[in-house]
């Protein structure tokens, strides 16, 4: 017995280090990727029923709408609860292209490439959550410059596990297609998008999938990141924390939404948040500190790349761009919170004017 769970737990250890596109060699029956965070997330069905129960009724109204793509927040739930709920009341498909940001990316020496992993379910609080037989077939298609298999990101990382339960809440058959995005130039990030919105296309024709009724795609990114403490040494307040400087950093994030998130999505306008958040010599460093300064462009770009290549053309042969519509705008300290502390669930960091953290919502048709 214990040499056959030697044999067993060898097999994981296997498949969890090859970090190649190959990484799957050995063939297990179910391979899990486990929950990273269980303070700032419900890892428990009753958790999950309380938090909703929580959840302001005006974020919960019924949403008649199907969203082609959302963009959606992954702090803690007793921050932004209300808004994960909200943004993702008009995701109705079941297979979902999840775009996480990749955190620990400096860790692995992970740049330039997109990361997957080659788990077959992830953990959350209502059962396991099944990867979609499309990833594999997917990876098939793409060149080998534009991805790599990293199970060990993929398990530490936090941006995705936070939006599953929510997802697997509103449909129990839902499907999942997750993938990260570490530190890519915008010209990394238009041509692997390119790359793999096609292959998903071409999936998507084979199957008879509709964008938006079948598979949608679901964007990872919390906003500004404020504050003069707890950021590790830095001082991440350039307008300074009183409520003045408070106002103006909401203020230029508000002018992010408007400028480059909201309306006519064009390649311009997703270059242009490219610019403001990455340093122009330096595209791994921030200049406006969005967590998902990667997986927001990408994410977008795969979403509009998607659309032109399945949606019906005009009369004029023109293919539309989908159009981004603003949901809110919140953060740590602007909005109540949702009472956490009784469910065994806390939170991950502080929230006052030295150190908060802002959430945009925003959905695509």
Known sequence: MRF???????????????????????????????????????????????????????????NSETYKAVICPHDDYGYAGGLYYKTLSGIK?????????????????????????????????DGLIPVSNLRDKLLTKLNKE?????????????????????????????????????????????????DIGSGIAALMKKENLIYGKDIAVVISNDAIHYGSEGWGGGNLAPFGTDNTGTAQARQKDLDIVNETLQGELTIKRVKKFNDITIMEDDYKAYKWTWCGRYSTPFGLLLANRIEKLTATPSEDEQFSNLTGTFIDWRSSIHNP?????????????????????AYVGMSYQ
């Open 4 to 62: 056959i769970l030697l044999i067993c737990i060898c097999s994981i250890g296997i498949i969890s280090c090859n970090n190649t596109p190959d990484a799957k060699t050995v063939t297990l029956k179910n391979y899990i990727r486990h929950q990273e965070d269980t303070i700032g997330f419900a890892q428990y069905s009753w958790q999950m029923d309380s938090i909703i129960s929580r959840i302001d009724d005006a974020d919960k109204l019924p």
């Open 93 to 125: 498909a079941k297979t979902i292209i999840l775009v996480g940001v990749a955190h620990r990316a400096r860790n692995f020496d992970l740049q330039d490439r997109i990361i997957f992993g080659s788990y077959d379910s992830w953990q959350s609080p």
């Open 146 to 194: 534009t991805y790599v298999v990293h199970d060990s990101m993929m398990q530490l990382e936090h941006s995705l596990e936070a939006i599953t339960p929510f997802l697997k809440r509103k449909n129990p058959a839902l499907e999942i297609i997750p993938m990260l995005v570490p530190y890519n130039t915008f010209q990394n990030m238009k041509s692997f998008s390119d």
């Open 337 to 357: 919170h949702i009472k956490v502390d009784d469910l065994h669930m806390g939170h991950t960091a502080q929230a006052d004017s030295t150190h908060w953290v």
